[in-house]
């Protein structure tokens, strides 16, 4: 049997019903509802919610969650009374939002029916199902509340008693939900804290079939941790504990479930709704299934098998890209032991006697206990000054070396000067750092000049305590070009970064949407289908950033903040790459394209 969230409800239910009345403190004392994990879901709006985020909001004092499915009467009929009362209940602390987990349910469906009643409530998209199952969702219509500060949930049922099946009463006779609340917030008993739901039956397909047919270690689930997560978690790798055998896998079974559910792991923050990318090492809903079946059945492994990961070993080549042409080494840094470093710009000049395309770069950092950022730009002499005319290489957390796209380069001019930007973080004892760069070259000129284009912009000013500032910028396209990949960033406060193309046709189209940005993993996502956008369309960047005391990563809320080298003041720096989609002459590497 699967280690079963529903159990522990059915028992609850039974406990209560027993009972005639029973407090929320008695609620949580006895341990009758269960608490909550934190998850992270997506609504269908795009934005990224995650439970846990209100830990520490004064003004939240409750969490109410309406479980939605397309279709369903029940919950149709609801939508203009849920309106009325989340106003009422927002103003006096209580956040609420629905949730779907209906297998069925696609996200374009949901976002239709829900402009169709224009519903304006977030609705959570369970797409694989695995909060629904934590929370023992069994039918649609249900009212869930969750106390905040504890995370149990201390009421779920209908809202009232208006709408039964096939039956509708002129007025609700019990209000379930109000007096709930009502009485959760005033530290008073709730009367009838769980109420059997009335709404339409939630199928989970996938459940029930790992449930008759099992899942097997070494069959099912090693292949998926050796595919999508020894890659880091392995000895000398970046992940916290390495995954080298079954036994140590079941030992943090917990934590990994945990961090599945709130998107931390995988570190992949693209939305999977726009856009599929070739370095996307997301788990499918599939792979999350699995793992978090098995997980919740106890994570065994079958007696007498093998285990996959024993032994394994993860090969960690110096040079991922094999041996490069060409190796830049970047001087000696020195890094004290604590205090705010500031930039550090270093020049060198090119060491070839010609010009030279590269193909490929691959960064690595001498000390990652020190090392926040790397770039290297192309400088050259224009009207008597070295100016920035072009992007060679970068490095931060998340950054992968890749090849550039097929018979595309950058041009390193003869004579032009290699600027690296070095980015320093103390550790708190003295450290130094020798990073090198790998260069990979085309023995031929390529057909086309890879550039960087750049959104970029230091005019936002980000006020106290906003949790939601939203900042844009666009540029026009002046040539037919093909974009390959994006690279958004910000720092500690930010919080989403979407790239929208408006075609001159008047449509659109959201080339990546990143609802949840994590400033630790600095990432390029590349297309795995190149976007052609024509001349005469429109790019813009959007941004958001989380100036909140509720952002964990927030140095200080009570700041106004603007632009920033420093991780504590802020950026809106959004780059792409992209050649032109006529034939090129390669005479330069291409300046930065800024925005206009």
């Known amino acids: ?84 009362l989340a106003a009422e209940y927002g103003a006096k602390g209580v956040k609420m939002a629905m949730i779907n987990s209906c297998f069925q349910d696609t996200r374009d469906e949901i976002v239709e029916e829900a402009g169709e009643f224009d519903v304006r409530i977030p609705i959570l998209i369970d797409s694989d199902q695995l909060v629904g199952e934590m929370l023992g969702l069994t039918r649609t219509a249900e009212m869930i509340l969750i106390d905040p500060r504890s995370w149990k949930i201390v009421f779920r049922g209908p809202v009232d008693d208006r709408l039964n099946y096939e039956k509708e009463l002129p007025a609700a006779r019990e209000h379930y939900f109000r007096n709930a609340v009502d009485a959760f917030l005033a530290g008073e008993k709730i009367e009838k804290p769980v109420v059997p739901a009335v709404g339409c039956l939630i199928s989970f397909p996938d459940r029930e079939l790992h449930e008759k047919n099992g899942l097997t270690y070494a069959t099912d689930i090693a292949p998926i941790l050796m595919e999508k997560c020894v890659r880091c978690h392995t000895r000398g790798g ?46 499918t809903p599939m792979e999350k299934k699995k793992l978090i079946h098995w997980i919740r059945d106890g994570a065994v492994m079958e007696e007498g098998s093998e285990d996959p990961l024993e032994g394994l070993v993860v090969e960690q080549p110096k040079w991922a890209m094999g041996e490069p042409d060409h190796i830049l080494a970047i001087p000696r840094q020195e890094v004290p032991a604590q205090g705010i470093i500031d930039y550090r710009y270093i020049h060198q000049t090119s060491p070839f006697d010609s010009d030279v395309w590269v193909s490929g770069v691959n960064v690595i950092p001498g000390n990652t206990k020190v090392v926040h950022h790397i770039i290297a730009y192309i400088k050259e002499e224009k009207d008597g000054k070295l100016v920035r005319t072009g992007f060679l290489a970068g490095y931060a957390p998340g950054y992968e070396p890749r090849e550039f796209p097929e018979n595309s380069g950058r041009l390193l001019p003869k004579g032009a000067v290699i600027e690296y930007e070095l980015h320093y973080t103390a550790c708190g ?45 666009t540029k026009k396209i002046k040539e037919d070009i093909t974009i390959y990949d994006m690279n958004p960033h910000m720092h500690l406060r930010g919080k989403a970064m979407k790239y929208v193309v408006e075609y001159p046709n008047g449509t659109s189209r959201i080339l990546l949407s990143v609802p949840h940005y994590n400033f630790n993993w600095q990432r390029s996502y590349v ?8 001349a005469g369309s429109k790019l813009t960047v959007h941004a958001v950033w989380d100036n909140s005391i509720l952002n964990p990563a927030n140095p200080d809320p009570s700041a106004t903040i603007g632009w920033g080298e420093q991780s504590f003041d802020e950026m809106f720096f959004a780059t792409y790459s992209y050649t032109v989609d006529e034939a090129e002459n390669g005479s330069s590497s291409g300046p930065f394209s800024l925005a206009d």
Request: charged share 20%; proline share 8%; net charge negative.
């Open 429 to 473: 004892t003295p450290e130094t750092d020798e990073s090198l760069i790998g260069l990979y070259l085309h023995p031929h000129k390529p057909q086309r000049a890879l550039h960087t284009g750049l959104l970029m912009d230091h005019e936002f000013s980000i006020p106290p305590h906003d949790g939601n500032y939203k900042w844009s910028r």
């Open 527 to 534: 297309l795995e289908e190149p976007a052609k956008i024509p």
């Open 1 to 84: 049997m699967m280690k079963s969230f529903t159990l522990s409800l059915v028992a609850a239910m039974l406990f209560l019903a027993a009972a005639d009345t029973v407090s929320s403190n008695e609620i949580l004392d006895s341990g009758a509802l269960p608490s909550v994990m934190d998850f992270g879901l997506i609504d269908h709006r795009g934005d990224f919610h995650r439970l846990y985020y209100y830990e520490k909001d004064e003004d939240t004092r409750a969490i109410a969650l309406f479980v939605q499915g397309n279709g369903c009467p029940l919950v149709q009929k609801r939508f203009p009374q849920l309106h009325e």
């Open 238 to 283: 970046i992940g916290p504990f390495a995954m080298s055998s079954h036994r140590k896998v079941r030992g943090w079974m917990d934590m990994i479930e945990e961090v599945v559910l709130n998107q931390r792991m995988p570190p992949w923050q693209a939305d999977p709704h726009y856009g599929e990318f070739s370095n996307d090492f997301s788990l």
